[in-house]
């Protein structure tokens, strides 16, 4: 090969692969999600708890059900009363919507549809045409039906949707305590939510999608200040660019305050933070604080935190009952917590071996999904007077062969206004 | 950049590799030699390579805290067939991963250079995992249908293949129950651009570059992804002829 050959040879091989190689960089899996928000909204007034209590429901789709299925389940959320879940179970599909009494004539609620999968949205609006009399007053015919639209993104849709009520809730569904445990706030990844996974912003939002509990993830700054965070390093897929890098144990908890900030903003929040506002902002009724590796070097200062915020969650008055717990995770962990003082009274969930869960007088066994339902292990613990919650499950078909044939306590997922769906429905 | 791909220090690695053989290969054709190049066998005639993938998962998928990883080794068959015909078949495994293929090729030169094909594959996956608090399963069916183009630079030989991914089906099992596992039917698509020429003697070396824009992505499943969306995700290849 002559020398012009060659050098043309070397010039296009090197060429290509750097092409290649720009050219993929360029290939992103950066999602964006919108979080479409009405331009206005007609004041509407709150509904009493009778009121929400006659319109939740399991709801036929009359019109609307390519997009959302063949039933939903509304559902109020408790604490703050003018938000209305809407559970579609198709596609990992959910509303959010905001609204209640307009003008005592109707009940009318607005907000989006999403799913959750791949965030699909769009805005939604509901308006309810009949059984207003029964829903308000309690009077007249029960045959409550909502009409409303539908559209795609942030624009106002064109798109017709029904919903027909079929019947309620069954009650020991709503009174059996059924834990739908939120995967440490996140919905599958942060950009899924309007909020970052592990903090107190999500924590006030995280039960109109569908959670009742909460999983959270806590970790130990380099000064010893237990706070929330789940990754091993500070990366891109939590939190916004920065001056911190590598772990984030390397860092005070000021600094990891003052120079970090989450995907949606929000700072890094301490723990006593976290469960300070679970306590006294949200019904959640079941905490599970995983304890990340570093949690080995305060592990009684955690206790105490959990222990507190327990004791306070059970004392308000006006609160329903509250369970919080630290969870072990790992041998490590399991060898440091027996060296605690008084560890028998601390509140805790062992991810280990039943034998490990009796060990150390867990309250409750956590044991990973993937090794089946268990339901021998979990009677057997049940018998202890213990629970027992998987994690974590976001399959449908596993998520409903564990609801239905399982007999854990409750579950973690990604999903809970699915779990929400399999659970309420049935 | 907004990722620095772990790849990029291969990329270097084979750069080098490359350079450093090119003074002896320049006295060695690449014809009869190729695996991926769309290139017409003897009948009967068979061609082996041994290789290995670095993939880089979307990072929604693996987090930091997932499950065991393994590396993606690569074993290839191509056999010539009448006609223009080959035969390929393949064995992409991680150990608790792997994806068995079979498909023909139909290859036609356009030129002395200019080489083209169309193929279609199916393969098989199994994984399986009964340690680290796994007691978990998967298998399915999978098909890819192909077009490749090549051109024979007479010492090197550079293929590029395109195609799609359709999942026939999938089902995963933990413990005793199982379920139906496909994101899609239609997974998505890749290409894959790669160049052999001659390593040492008779040996060939290929590298390539696979992205794939699909929505499963077998090496994933102990991740148990449900996103419904499509991900790029890389893969660098290196394979020598054995």
């Not at chain 2, 998962?57 to 080959?86: C, H, Q, W």
């Not at chain 2, 083209?116 to 009964?130: E, N, P, R, T």
């Not at chain 2, 929505?215 to 994933?220: A, L, R, T, W």
């Amino acid at each position: 090969m002559n020398k012009v050959k060659k050098r043309i040879f070397y010039f296009f091989s090197f060429a290509a692969l750097l092409v290649l190689f720009l050219f993929t960089n360029s290939c992103s899996n950066d999602l964006d999600v919108l979080f479409p928000e009405w331009s206005y909204s007609p004041p509407t007034t709150p509904l009493n708890a009778d009121q929400r209590s006659r319109m939740e429901g399991i709801y036929t789709v009359e019109n609307g059900s390519d997009q959302f299925g063949s039933t939903v389940i509304l559902q109020w959320t408790t604490k703050q009363k003018n938000y209305l879940s809407v559970y579609t179970g198709k596609n990992f599909g959910y509303m959010v919507l905001q609204g209640g009494n307009l003008g005592d004539t109707t009940v009318y609620v607005q907000g989006f549809w999403r799913y959750q999968s791949n965030a699909k949205t769009g805005l939604t609006q509901l308006q309810m045409i009949q059984g207003t009399d029964y829903v308000l007053n309690g009077t007249g015919n029960s045959e409550i039906t909502f009409t409303g639209t539908w559209g795609n993104g942030q624009g106002n849709g064109a798109n017709r949707v029904v919903f027909k009520y079929q019947r309620p809730i069954k009650q020991e569904l709503l009174d059996n305590k059924y834990y739908r445990i939120s995967h440490h706030g996140s919905g599958g990844g942060p950009e899924y939510l309007p909020q970052t996974e592990n903090t107190q912003e999500i924590c006030r939002i995280i039960e109109r999608y569908g959670a009742n509990a909460i999983e959270i993830d806590v970790r130990i700054s380099a000064d010893g200040v237990p706070y929330m965070y789940h990754d091993n390093t500070l990366n891109p897929r939590l939190i916004q660019k920065g001056s911190l890098v590598g772990e984030s144990e390397n860092y005070t908890y000021k600094e990891l305050n003052t120079f970090v900030r989450l995907i949606h903003g929000e700072r890094i929040p301490k723990l006593d933070d976290i469960l300070k506002t679970i306590v006294e902002e949200s019904t959640l009724e079941f905490v599970y604080v995983d304890c990340k590796p570093s949690a080995i070097n305060n592990l009684s200062g955690i206790a105490s935190i959990v222990m507190k915020w327990d004791s306070i969650g059970n004392n308000t008055p006006g609160r329903d009952s509250i369970q919080i717990y630290m969870a072990i995770t790992s041998d490590d962990l399991f060898n440091a917590f027996l060296q605690l003082p008084n560890y028998q009274d601390i509140p805790t969930i062992c991810e280990l071996t039943t034998s490990d869960v009796e060990q150390m007088d867990a309250n409750v066994w956590s044991p990973r999904w993937t090794e089946g339902t268990q339901n021998s292990d979990v009677a057997s613990i049940q018998a202890q007077g213990r629970q027992a919650i998987c994690w974590t499950v976001d399959i449908p078909g596993f998520m409903q062969e564990y609801l239905y044939n399982g007999i854990f306590n409750g579950m973690l997922t990604d999903y809970p206004h699915l779990l929400a769906y399999y659970y309420y429905g049935q | 950049m907004r990722q620095i791909y772990r790849p990029l220090k291969f990329l270097i690695f084979f750069i080098f590799i490359f350079s450093l053989n090119n003074e002896i290969v320049f006295a060695q054709n690449i014809d009869k030699s190729t695996i991926e190049f769309p290139d017409a066998m003897q009948p009967y005639n068979w061609r082996l390579s041994l290789g290995y993938a670095s993939i880089k998962m979307p990072t929604d998928v693996y987090l930091e805290a997932a499950s065991a990883r393994f590396p993606l080794i690569k074993f290839a068959a191509v056999m010539g067939l009448p006609s223009n015909f080959l035969l390929e078949g393949k064995i992409n495994t991680e150990l608790v991963t792997n994806q068995f293929v079979l498909g023909a090729r139909w290859v036609y030169n356009i030129d002395e250079n200019l080489h083209m094909g169309l193929g279609y594959s199916i393969a098989f996956l199994y994984g399986q995992l009964k340690q680290f608090n796994y007691d978990s399963k998967i298998s399915g069916w999978f098909s890819y249908p192909s077009a490749a183009l090549g051109y024979d630079f007479g010492n090197l030989a550079l293929t590029f293949r395109g195609g799609f991914s359709f999942i026939n089906s999938l089902q995963s099992t933990s413990g005793s129950t199982t379920v139906d596992f496909a994101i899609a039917r239609g997974n998505g698509l890749y290409y894959r651009i790669t160049i052999e020429q001659r390593f040492y003697k008779t040996t060939t070396v290929g590298i390539g570059f696979q992205m794939n824009y699909v929505k499963f992505y077998y090496p994933e499943w102990l991740m148990f992804p449900t996103f419904d969306r499509y991900y790029w995700i890389p893969e660098l290849q290196i394979m020598f002829s054995i």
